[in-house]
């Protein structure tokens, strides 16, 4: 079992393989992805809020070390789901992207909660500062953890699934390789890629014409 303490080095060792993570990202794609294609979901299911029957739908590629990603998070998410995803107008995928081995932490304690992965991802990227760029950031991310409901145990559990990983490593390369994500955070509106950080007004802009239509 990996514990918290090997997590890091264990990661790294992991990537400096050449596998999994460590795989290089492609540059972007001319053609983009079919409708089909984008929305088969991975071998850990897909994480999507709002109606299935939503104009929109908006897929997110992001990396839980992203402050990019944390912001859009924090000051736009939250205003965007009460306006367009609680009512019904878009439909919201996050898929995990992470650009390296704590990012991956982030996301696998998210997976492991189950139907508490929202909440897991809300407060990770709330409390970035404080575990993402710490010296040592495990302590860290386990003090969020067990806020959340983990035990020490169940953190160390979490972090040795080689299953969650994989699959949280099958939906970042199948987005490299597929649909030329190449940096975090991408977003997907129907279909079409928007690349980079968007502020609430940006983001309702391109949500529009396909509410109109």
């Known amino acids: 079992m990996i514990t918290r303490r ?8 992991f990537l400096a393989a050449g596998t999994g993570l460590a795989r290089s990202v492609p540059p972007a794609f001319a053609q983009a992805p079919s409708n089909e294609e984008l929305m088969q979901p991975g071998p850990l299911g897909e994480q999507a809020l709002g109606s299935a029957e939503a104009p929109v739908t908006l897929v997110e590629y992001a990396s839980m070390t992203c402050s990019h990603c944390a912001n859009f998070a924090v000051k736009v998410y939250p205003t965007l789901k009460s306006k367009y995803v609680d009512t019904g107008k878009v439909r919201y995928i996050l898929r995990e992207f992470p650009l390296d081995p704590l990012a991956a932490a982030g996301f696998m304690l998210a997976r492991c909660a189950g139907d508490k992965y929202y909440d897991v991802i809300d407060a990770l990227f709330q409390t970035q500062q404080k575990w993402a760029f710490a010296r040592d950031p495990l302590p860290q991310l386990l003090a969020v953890a067990k806020q959340l409901g983990f035990t ?10 080689q299953k969650v990983l ?19 955070p991408t977003f997907f509106i129907n279909g079409t890629i928007h690349r980079g950080e968007m502020n609430l007004e940006e983001t309702e802009k391109l949500l529009q014409p396909y509410l109109k239509a």
């Open 6 to 13: 090997k997590f890091c080095a264990t990661a790294l060792g």
């Open 152 to 161: 020490e145990q169940s953190f160390d559990e979490c972090l040795a699934n």
């Open 166 to 184: 994989d699959g949280i490593d099958w939906v970042r390369q199948r987005g490299a390789e597929k649909f030329g994500v190449n940096s975090t």
